[in-house]
């Protein structure tokens, strides 16, 4: 049985597996992306606020190619999941989701990085996308595209609550409000919204912080106030990530913003495990090993001699390096090595003729692969040239042996965020499950090959 077996994945037929194949012969790794996760993970969201019918919307946020997942399939299983908002950073990925025909019958979408001067408003508000506004610039521009448009723009007031990013400040929101309200009179401009964003929600364990996120959100009422004041009320105020979703229902307003939860991950590990909070990640990372061989005691591996083999044992080749997006971070020194520290590496589920086993990255991550010591002779542990191992994945429990992207944000020193957001695109997106989840008509919007 079977926890020691690599489980198959499940095709959705005979051109499923040829679709996977055929990504085999094309790369060595593949990102493997289970939709039904993802439209369960944001059920979960939606309910959690109250289900379909509560007075709290729920945006999927997918920008950055969905996290790295792909931006369509994001989109489309978060609304799958009960989403009735989409939210990207950037306005070219909000305009690529009505291109590839998610219209206003599905859902609203706000995009919000931008820069008045060179973004193409004109293009955002003829394609109804909502906009945020947090400058005065932007203000201008977004009025002489309406203007040029002849069509009222559907605005978000960014405000700064304290997380010092984009949106207008407590003492500069008096000329903001100078700006906006003759617009409004006018019609160029509809103000539909107010929304800022938390800067420490993620630790609703920490008393200073949790005071932090208060404070915000006593910042968020007075903006609130002042709109209200000056005769432009928000119609829908927004303010929760994923961490304020799962933890502060007093921030939840008229619509959250959760991302990584769609993803299948908590906002941190000090808030516990995905499994914690009924998510499952949605993407498995694996890899195909290239040369396996037997090398003796004390042999240094990689750039920098920073790992040293401590007995006679045997190397694997995993054919995915920082120009994949596998971060330098995670290389794994030994205190034998030229750095002198013991530093765990990445790890990696191995599959061995005595069940899965973790192995991690053994000196330096390159640019297009790393090492992994086996800790015992190749033959003796049946790896092979060609096996498939997995970098991270849903974290089946103990007994199976799977790293999460968790684990690997705690290897690289970084978050699970980075993990998945910096996987290149030249490694393969499938998808599992899309036939479950999706109508014909959102199948059509996938790449054929990319489906299982
Ligand atoms: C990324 C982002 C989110 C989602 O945050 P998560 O921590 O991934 O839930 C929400 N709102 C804004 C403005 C963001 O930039």
Redesign the pocket.
Known sequence: MTLSALEPWRFSSRLGEAHYQSALRRYPGQAIVDLKAMRDNMRLLVDRVGGPKSNTAVMG?V?ADG?GHGLIPAALAALAGGATWL?T?QPREALLLRMAGIGTDRCHILT?VYNGAHAPLAELIASDIDISVGSLDAIDALAAAARKTNKTARVHVKVDTGFGRNGFTEEGFDAALDALVPLVKEGVIDVVGQ?S?FSVA?APDVPEFVEVTNGQLETFNRFTVRMERAGIPPRIRHLA???A?LTRPDTWFELV?????LYGYE?DPVMGGPADYGLTPAMTLQAQLATVKDVGAGHGISYGRTYLTDDVTSTAIVPLGYADGIHRSASGFDARGAKHVDKPGGPVRVMTDEGPRIMRVSGRVCMDQFILDLHGRADQLGVREGDTVELFGPGRGEEYCEPTADDWGRASGTIS?EIFACLRNRIPRLYLHAFDVFDARDVAMLKPGTLL
């Open positions: 946020v920008k996290y939210g950073a919000w929304f964003h993620d990530n994923t961490a979703t913003r959760p991302g990584i939860g906002a965020y």
